[in-house]
């Protein structure tokens, strides 16, 4: 035996040993789905959903601003090294000009653009073709009239700084200019014109935003029509004769400047050869420029021009486009001023005016503010109009509508490709912006990448926005409907726009850490052109006046690079003015002429990434086709699985913020921003919220009724018929962000459901534990918390219309309707009304409830209005006993029992009782089929009722009392507050005075009389509550005291013979209580039903308390004769089924042998056989329901005898 135990250990052992590779290589696979379950949840969070929440400017309080103002002047920059003053003036003077176009350029932007397109909109939701209200138009244009006058100064101002640029240059391109003859011969100011072109766009872009704004003039020419009626009232207005000249002199002033939009024709029809007087006290003649007659600024102009031109041309449609477009159109602006300044007897270039008007074929039309365009053909036209044969497109309108189909039939191939550009730079900024430059070994490249990525997310921001852009505005200006192919690829340039902007907005501490040395780099590398130049100029025996400008400004630009990592705008002038001097023609090669100026615009770029990039990613053009709105919505709901694009087609359309803050013409534009605000909101809720509600809603009810009624088709749910609508995503999405406030879809569809919930539960309490089902279901499937209606979920409050008042006042009707549980104490509705599918039920809480709002005394009411009912009961009972035929029976009964009890063994037989059961049935059957003594059973039950209701009522004032006491301090050492707060008791009190106990003295506070009427209602309360609690009312006591001696005296000796005729009750009862029962299970349910009916038992006690006959009642055994007649009976059924079983065994027997005799006679015998076999099933069946009867009357008359047993209890006392 040892010998086995230790094969079986060695056996173990080996398994153990085999079976270890297993468990490692179990274990390892384990943790690497552990671990690849991890990857895919990070990557889950990282694609499913925004990576975190989408940013915006109310949600964030401080921000990164990489374009620094400069404090240092454009003179003290300008550090030539040695005393070149004419050199550096001149760049002073251009860097000046300059810096002040840069600053006009900002604030026509931010300031002048939006005002003026924004002017005459209505409010969001108010339709722009509805009738104005009279007087409106007036009104806003007085509104805006400070503003115009700021605009008219602004239009001087470029104006001025046209002519005082155009001269400058007219002044240092003059042949007989010794810095000309020397140097700028040979150097090419393209910066200056790409200042004056920029210049020149602003004025394009304010008539533009004049004239095709279709509420300025009308409003104007209002408002100039309203100005008569001042004129001949004028003191009506407030003003006299004098100041409204002043004032009509200032609006023909604005009506000839501003508002006619013709800024930039004043200003290329200004007299740029005439200059301001030089004299300080402004007496000298003016003095005059040489510009028409000037070739050499004229040929430089073109030139420069055309340059710049054959660059922008060079640059649109590649990959290197950025602000090319808008550039072009302050270069063809431009070629307008050059030929306004062109001598008459000077011949244009016809070829390139060919070329320039060639241009449509790229630029159709090109967008300057939000929905403003600019169309080549129309401005050439107008502006430098030039008869030239064969222009090519011959006709413009119908090339852009050409242009316009080609765009849209390969904009959505168009888009996927841009898209996938978009997801590959998002994945390298993700690498790439990841860590701190610092810590790696080599931080260049790193730079160098992240520098790279910067331009290549510009690029792509101005590519998206350009075709997005140039399409919505194209069908706007053309008035072409938009084809349904081109929507949801227009939904996703909205998106991609935002996807560019967050994702380096999130990277904006990264990005404001690198930028500085990305250009420390920058600068090294054109610090290392110049070095060469440096050193070759220095190196050269003869000096002249261009090599002491050219080294110069190789000093200006090294000091600059030398000063400071950041580029100012005026920093960024006076290098290219530099760059531009150094490297010219005559000091470096063509070749290294393009690698120098693309490092400066490299660094120009970077210089101004962050609103350059703010600028192209905006999506405020989206303000002027809200409609897009709903549309683009609809497009989400149907991918569910693209739910997050919400968040950034909610904040592209937010981007319309700073237009709505910017109106003039009303006073509060507020109300501009509220009214936008409330239009995206409804457009989330119609869209998106309604949708969901609806959705989760149904897809609720169809899975709950489907498992609780069973009627839904299962293939409803079949995901291969019908699949199966995602609506998880839209309620895992964060809050959106709406102008400042938050959206959250979560809480409103959970709002939703609350209410519909608990509205739809407080019609039909019936139905409380659907939507609780329900209510799990949204916890489980879309992580839905549903609050908790708090609904009673069919029970009965006191709140609800079954109050105590009410069940005393219709106390008959109560007792009638309602059945009494005697261990439970509460009541429950025998039938409910028609068409309710609950039953009504009446506990010790809601009495409790109804006590705390009626208070104690309500308790001594009910007794009162209990004793008045019973009154009424006895007075029928009484009349029914005194019936001559149950009189009689009742006596005939006691005679014949008090004979016949020896021989019966003083036990009441049952064939008695069922007898006179059967008598009273002969007297007559009501038209509900019950009986007199049905009847009388039924008033026994209902005075039990009263009783029970008595006794619930007590119970509940003593739980009404054991939760008020808990506020009381010991009841045994309770203090008098009237006493303590009032002047108290010096000499005390002893027994001898008459009081229960003796009392110390006390010492009262002294309060006021208010203070102590309320300690004596305190102590009043306390007292009350104490006595309840600790006594009470033994109610029964006295109502059985009350009837005692009413009954118990007088001619009431037909009531001494009830105990005889509580055998005959009990059948009665054990019988409708059976029939009540068996009916609960039935459908249709055609008399009353219930599972209890105590009331009975406590009427049938409280009744034989009264009478004294409770002895009597013991006295005839009537319980013991009832157990052992059913004990008889189903020894009786036990015998019948023995032999039932022997004849079944029997008979078997019998024909197993017939079988085996094989007779001759087999066949016919069979159908006795058969009918035989029938008649047994028959009676088999008979038995077995004759023995469920029995067991349930068992069942009755023991919960009977049990009932009556504790209900005796209550009147022992």
């Given at each position: 035996?040892?010998?086995?135990?230790?094969m079986?250990?060695?056996v173990?052992e080996?398994?153990d040993s085999q079976?270890?590779p297993?468990d490692?290589?179990v274990?390892?696979?384990?943790?690497l789905v552990q671990?690849?379950?991890?990857?895919?949840r990070?990557?889950?969070?990282?694609?499913?959903d925004?990576?975190?929440?989408l940013p915006?400017?109310?949600?964030?309080?401080?921000?990164v601003?990489?374009?620094p103002?400069?404090?240092?002047?454009s003179l003290e920059?300008?550090?030539?090294?040695?005393?070149?003053k004419?050199f550096?003036?001149?760049?002073a003077v251009?860097a000046?000009?300059?810096?002040e176009?840069h600053?006009?350029?900002?604030i026509?932007?931010s300031?002048f653009y939006p005002k003026?397109?924004?002017f005459g909109?209505?409010?969001?939701?108010?339709?722009d073709?509805?009738l104005?209200?009279?007087?409106?138009a007036?009104?806003q244009m007085?509104n805006m009239?400070?503003?115009l006058?700021e605009l008219?100064?602004?239009?001087?101002?470029?104006?001025n700084?046209?002519?005082?640029?155009?001269?400058?240059?007219?002044?240092l391109y003059?042949?007989?200019?010794?810095?000309?003859q020397?140097t700028?011969?040979?150097v090419h100011?393209?910066p200056?014109?790409?200042?004056?072109s920029?210049?020149?766009?602003?004025?394009?872009?304010?008539d533009?935003s004049?004239?095709?704004?279709?509420?300025?003039a009308?409003a104007?020419s209002d408002?100039?029509?309203?100005m008569q009626?001042?004129?001949?009232?004028p003191?009506?207005?407030g003003?006299?004769?004098a100041?409204?000249q002043?004032?009509?002199?200032?609006?023909v002033?604005?009506?000839?400047?501003v508002?006619?939009?013709a800024t930039?024709?004043?200003?290329?029809?200004?007299?740029?050869e005439?200059?301001?007087?030089?004299d300080?006290?402004?007496?000298?003649e003016?003095e005059?420029?040489?510009?028409?007659?000037?070739?050499?600024m004229?040929?430089e102009l073109?030139h420069?021009?055309r340059?710049?031109?054959?660059r922008?041309?060079?640059?649109?449609?590649?990959?290197a486009?950025?602000?090319e477009?808008?550039?072009?159109?302050?270069y063809?602006?431009?070629?307008?001023?050059?030929?306004?300044?062109t001598?008459?007897y000077?011949?244009?270039?016809?070829k390139?005016?060919?070329?320039?008007?060639?241009?449509?074929?790229k630029l159709p039309?090109v967008v300057?503010c939000?929905?403003?365009?600019?169309?080549l053909?129309?401005?050439?036209?107008?502006?430098?109009?030039?008869d030239?044969?064969?222009?090519?497109?011959?006709?413009?309108?119908?090339?852009?509508?050409?242009y316009?189909e080609?765009?849209d039939?390969?904009?959505?191939?168009t888009?996927?490709?841009?898209n996938?550009?978009?997801t590959?730079?998002?994945v390298e900024?993700e690498?790439?912006?990841?860590?701190s430059a610092r810590?790696?070994?080599?931080p260049v490249p790193?730079?160098?990448?992240?520098g790279?990525?910067?331009l290549?997310?510009?690029v792509l921001?101005?590519?998206v926005?350009?075709?997005v852009?140039t399409l919505?505005?194209?069908?706007?200006?053309?008035?072409?409907?938009m084809?349904?192919?081109v929507?949801r690829?227009l939904?996703?340039?909205?998106?991609?726009l935002?996807?560019?902007?967050?994702?380096?907005v999130?990277?904006?501490?990264v990005v404001?850490?690198?930028?500085?040395?990305?250009h420390?780099?920058l600068?090294?590398?054109?610090?290392?052109l110049?070095?060469p130049?440096?050193?070759?100029?220095?190196?050269?025996?003869k000096?002249?006046?261009?090599?002491?400008?050219?080294?110069a400004?190789v000093?200006v630009?090294?000091?600059l690079l030398?000063g400071?990592?950041?580029?100012?705008?005026s920093?960024?002038s006076v290098?290219s003015?530099s760059l531009?001097v150094?490297?010219?023609?005559?000091?470096?090669k063509e070749?290294?002429?393009?690698g120098a100026f693309a490092?400066f615009?490299?660094i120009k770029i970077?210089a101004?990434?962050?609103?350059?990039f703010?600028?192209?990613c905006?999506c405020?053009?989206?303000?002027?086709n809200?409609e897009l709105?709903p549309?683009f919505?609809a497009d989400v709901?149907?991918?569910?699985?693209?739910?997050?694009?919400l968040?950034y087609?909610?904040?592209?359309?937010?981007?319309?913020?700073h237009?709505?803050r910017?109106v003039?013409?009303?006073?509060?534009?507020?109300?501009?921003l509220?009214?936008?605000?409330k239009?995206?909101?409804?457009c989330?809720e119609?869209?998106v919220?309604k949708p969901?509600?609806v959705g989760v809603?149904?897809?609720l009810?169809?899975r709950?009724?489907?498992?609780?009624q069973?009627?839904i088709d299962?293939?409803?749910?079949?995901p291969?018929?019908?699949?199966p609508?995602?609506?998880?995503?839209?309620l895992?999405?964060?809050?959106?962000r709406?102008?400042?406030?938050?959206?959250?879809i979560?809480?409103?569809?959970?709002h939703y459901?609350e209410?519909?919930f608990?509205?739809?539960t407080?019609?039909?309490?019936?139905?409380?534990?659907?939507?609780?089902?329900m209510r799990?279901l949204?916890?489980?499937?879309?992580?839905?918390?549903?609050?908790?209606?708090?609904?009673p979920?069919?029970?009965?409050e006191?709140?609800?219309?079954?109050?105590v008042?009410m069940?005393?006042?219709n106390?008959?009707v109560?007792?009638?309707r309602?059945?009494?549980n005697?261990?439970?104490?509460?009541f429950?509705?025998?039938?409910?009304?028609?068409?309710s599918?609950?039953?009504?039920?009446i506990?010790?809480q809601s009495?409790?409830?109804?006590?705390?709002q009626?208070g104690?005394?309500?308790l001594?009411t009910?007794v009162?209005?209990?004793?008045?009912?019973?009154?009424?009961?006895?007075?029928?009972?009484?009349?029914f006993?005194f019936d001559?035929y149950?009189?009689g029976?009742?006596g005939?009964?006691?005679?014949?029992?008090?004979k016949?009890k020896a021989?019966l063994n003083n036990?009441?037989p049952?064939?008695?009782?069922l007898?006179?059961?059967?008598?009273?049935?002969?007297?007559g059957v009501l038209d509900?089929?019950?009986?007199?003594l049905d009847?009388?059973?039924i008033l026994?039950?209902?005075?039990?009722?009263a009783?029970?209701y008595?006794r619930?009522?007590?119970s509940?004032?003593m739980?009404?009392c054991?939760e008020a006491v808990?506020?009381l301090?010991?009841l045994d050492?309770?203090i008098n507050?009237?006493e303590?707060?009032?002047?108290?008791n010096?000499?005390?009190a002893?027994?001898d005075d008459?009081g229960d106990?003796?009392?110390m003295?006390?010492?009262?506070?002294?309060?006021?009389?208010?203070t102590v009427?309320?300690?004596?209602?305190?102590?009043?309360?306390?007292?009350?509550?104490?006595s309840?609690?600790?006594e009470?009312?033994?109610y029964?006591?006295?109502?059985?005291?009350v009837?005692?001696?009413v009954?118990?005296?007088?001619?009431h000796?037909?009531?001494?013979n009830f105990?005889?005729i509580?055998?005959?009750?009990?059948?009665s009862?054990v019988d409708a209580?059976?029939?009540a029962?068996?009916h609960?299970?039935k459908?249709?349910?055609?008399r009353?039903t219930y599972y209890?009916?105590?009331g009975?038992?406590?009427?049938?006690?409280?009744i034989m308390?009264?009478?004294?006959?409770?002895?009597?009642f013991?006295?005839i055994?009537w319980f013991?004769?009832?157990?052992?007649k059913?004990?008889?009976?189903?020894k009786?059924?036990?015998?019948?089924k023995?032999?039932?079983a022997?004849a079944?065994a029997?008979?078997?027997?019998?024909a197993?042998?017939?079988?085996?005799?094989?007779?001759?006679?087999?066949?016919?015998s069979?159908?006795?056989?058969e009918k035989?076999t029938?008649?047994e099933e028959e009676?088999?069946?008979t038995l077995?329901?004759?023995?469920?009867?029995?067991?349930?009357?068992?069942?009755?008359?023991d919960l009977l005898?049990?009932s009556l047993?504790?209900?005796?209890i209550f009147?022992?006392?």
């Open positions: 035996r040892s010998v086995s135990r230790k079986s250990w060695y173990d080996e398994d079976r270890r297993v490692d290589t274990q390892k696979t384990l943790l671990e690849h379950e991890t990857t895919l990070l990557i889950e969070r990282a694609v499913g925004t990576i975190e929440a915006d400017e109310y949600s964030a309080p401080v921000a601003n990489l374009c103002q400069e404090r240092v002047l920059l300008i550090d030539s090294g040695k005393e070149e004419f550096k003036k001149v760049l251009f000046y000009l300059c810096d176009i600053e006009l350029n900002e026509a932007d300031t003026i397109i924004m909109k209505p409010t969001s939701g108010i339709d073709e509805s104005p209200t009279p007087g409106r007036e009104e007085g009239l400070p503003f006058q008219s100064n602004f239009v001087e101002r470029c104006h700084c046209a002519v005082n640029m155009v001269q400058q240059l007219a002044k003059n042949g007989r200019e010794k810095l000309f020397s700028f011969q040979y100011l393209l200056v014109y790409e200042s004056l920029q210049l020149l766009g602003i004025l394009v872009t304010l533009a004049v004239t095709q704004n279709s509420h300025m009308p104007w408002y100039k029509r309203m009626f001042v004129r001949d009232k003191d009506s207005y003003a006299d004769e100041t409204v002043r004032f009509e002199r200032v609006l002033q604005l009506d000839a400047s508002l006619h939009g930039f024709k004043a200003c290329i029809e200004l007299d740029f005439e200059l301001v007087p030089t300080e006290d402004g007496g000298g003016a005059t420029v040489n510009v028409r007659n000037n070739p050499h004229l040929n073109f420069c021009l340059s710049k031109i054959d922008a041309d060079s640059a649109i449609g590649t990959h486009e950025t602000t477009r808008r550039a072009m159109v302050g063809v602006a431009l070629y307008a001023l050059y030929r306004r300044l001598p008459a000077s011949e244009p270039d016809a390139f005016y060919r070329r320039l008007w060639s241009l449509q074929s039309v300057l939000g929905k403003l365009v600019w169309m053909p129309e401005f050439l036209e107008e502006f430098a109009r030039l030239v044969k064969k222009l090519e497109p011959a006709e413009p309108a119908l090339a852009r509508r050409g316009l080609r765009l039939h390969v904009f959505p191939a888009v996927r490709r841009i996938l550009e978009v590959a730079w998002s900024v690498h790439s912006f990841s860590a810590h790696s070994g080599d790193l730079l160098e990448m992240r790279s990525l910067l290549r997310g510009l921001a101005n590519k926005g350009t075709l852009k919505v505005n194209m069908h706007l200006a053309l008035g072409v409907p084809q349904r192919k929507l690829p939904c996703m340039c909205v998106e991609l935002k996807t560019l902007e967050f994702s380096l999130r990277k904006g501490s404001a850490e690198s930028m500085p040395h990305i420390r780099i600068s090294a590398r054109i610090l290392k110049t070095r130049i440096r050193a070759k100029l220095q190196a050269s025996r000096f002249d006046d261009h090599k002491m400008d050219v080294l400004a000093n630009i090294e000091s030398h400071s990592e950041t580029f100012s705008f920093r960024q290098l003015l531009c150094c490297l010219n023609p005559n000091i470096v070749s290294e002429l393009e490092l615009k490299r970077l101004n990434w962050q609103p350059s703010r600028a192209a905006s405020s053009f989206l303000y002027w809200k709105l549309t919505i709901l149907n991918c569910p699985t693209e739910a997050n694009r968040q087609i909610a904040a592209a359309f937010c981007d319309a913020s237009l709505l910017s003039q013409h009303e006073a509060d534009n507020s109300v501009h509220a009214a936008f605000k239009f995206m909101v409804g989330l119609e869209g919220v969901l509600c809603e149904e897809d009810r169809l709950i009724h489907s498992k609780t069973g009627v299962e293939s409803t749910f079949n291969k018929k019908r699949p609508k995602a609506l998880r995503p839209f895992d999405l964060k809050p959106i709406v102008l400042g406030s938050t959206l959250d979560r809480q409103k569809v959970t459901l209410s519909v608990y509205n739809l407080t019609v039909a309490l019936y139905d409380w534990m659907t939507y609780a089902d799990n949204a916890a489980e499937k879309y992580g839905i918390e549903i609050a908790d209606n708090h609904l979920m069919g029970s009965l006191y709140d609800q219309g079954l109050d008042l069940i005393m006042r106390i008959h109560f007792v009638a309602f059945s009494y005697l261990n439970q104490q509460n429950v509705e025998r039938r409910p009304d028609r068409g599918k609950n039953l009504n039920t506990n010790i009495i409790a409830a109804s006590l705390r009626h104690l005394g309500i001594n009910t009162n209005f209990t004793y008045q009912f019973l009154a009424q009961k006895f007075h029928v009972f009484s009349q006993l001559e149950i009189k029976h009742l005939k009964e006691r005679r014949w029992f008090r016949h021989e036990q009441y049952y064939d008695r009782a007898k006179f059961v059967k008598d009273i049935r002969k007297l509900n089929g019950r009986t007199f009847q009388f059973r026994i039950t209902e005075i039990g009722n009783l029970g008595v619930m009522v007590r509940a004032g739980l009404f054991s808990r506020f301090p010991d050492t309770m507050f009237e303590f707060s009032g002047t108290g010096p000499r005390g002893s027994e008459g106990e003796a009392t003295p006390t010492e009262g506070a002294g309060l006021s009389e208010g009427r309320a300690a004596a209602n305190l102590d009043d309360v306390a007292g009350t509550l104490a309840n609690f600790s009470g009312s033994d029964f006591k006295v109502l059985v005291t009837f005692q001696q009954l118990l005296s007088g001619d000796s037909h009531l001494d105990y005889m509580v055998p005959a009750l009990c059948l009862w209580s059976y029939q029962r068996s609960m299970y459908a249709n349910r055609q009353d209890t009916d105590d009975f038992a406590v009427g049938l006690a409280y308390a009264i009478l004294n006959q409770g002895s009597k013991d006295s055994h013991q004769c009832m157990r052992e059913l004990v008889a009976d189903s009786a059924i036990s015998e019948k023995a032999q039932q022997a079944k029997a008979k078997a027997a019998a197993k042998k017939s079988a085996s005799s094989r007779s001759m006679f087999s066949r016919s069979a159908a006795p056989v035989a029938e008649e009676a088999v069946h077995q329901q004759g023995e469920n009867k029995l067991l349930a009357t068992r069942r009755e008359n005898f049990f047993s504790g209900a005796r009147f022992k006392r």
